[in-house]
């Protein structure tokens, strides 16, 4: 099962990336992005989308998200 995870959460991570979004940090289960404040409120609604899209193969495990806007690395 973990492994399957990961799996879910690299697709969303490429999904992200080919989007635009690379992450700057990735810790265990979290990506953490770089985004430019004023554009945060537009962006945070598109990194959603694009991660809890499931991929083809993981049809019905689709990836929870819990989304926090900072302007420091937190956990």
């Known amino acids: 099962v973990q492994a399957s995870c990961r799996d879910i959460l690299c697709d969303a991570w490429l999904a992200c990336a ?6 700057v940090l990735n810790v265990h ?4 992005f770089e985004v430019p404040e004023d554009e945060a409120p537009q962006i945070v609604p ?9 991929s083809p193969w993981a049809e019905g495990l689709p990836l929870g998200v819990d989304i926090t806007v900072s302007k420091f690395y937190t956990k």
């Open 18 to 23: 080919d989007a635009g979004f690379l992450p």
């Open 29 to 32: 289960d979290e990506l953490v």
């Open 46 to 54: 598109e990194i959603r989308r694009l991660m809890t899209t499931c």
